[in-house]
């Protein structure tokens, strides 16, 4: 999960938490999280007028968290759902499990 900080066009801003975001080829801006069967489901979506700015918290290059302003177009922000678990042991981290990439099906 990450958290974004979205600044909408009216003056206030929201803070969402999701697995993927990211916008849209007509430009809406769409934050989602892994359903409890596993898929993707949409947890907000905006349209592209109402936006100003994304930000995602994140570190920086000194270790430190901050906000972090996101390109106008593209994917933000995707992880993989945790895969299943061997003998009770806690999943590994998505980056790091086995050296594979993130692979996640986004719904838009």
């Known amino acids: 999960m990450a958290l974004f900080m979205l ?3 009216h003056g206030e ?4 938490e999701a697995d993927a975001a990211g916008r ?3 430009g809406e801006i769409v934050l989602e999280r892994t359903g409890g069967h596993g898929g993707p489901e949409r947890i907000r979506t905006y349209p ?3 936006v100003t700015a994304v930000f ?3 570190p920086t290059d000194s270790g430190t968290y901050t ?3 996101q390109p106008p177009e593209g994917i933000w922000w995707l992880l993989r759902p945790p895969v299943s678990t061997e003998a009770g042991r806690r999943p590994r981290s998505p980056q790091t499990a086995k050296g ?3 692979r996640w099906r ?3």
């Open 13 to 16: 801003d929201d803070m969402v």
């Open 100 to 102: 594979e990439k993130r």
């Open 48 to 50: 592209a007028e109402a």
């Open 106 to 108: 986004r719904s838009w």
């Open 7 to 9: 600044q909408l066009a």
């Open 24 to 26: 849209t080829a007509a």
């Open 67 to 69: 906000w972090i302003r």
């Open 56 to 58: 995602r918290r994140g």
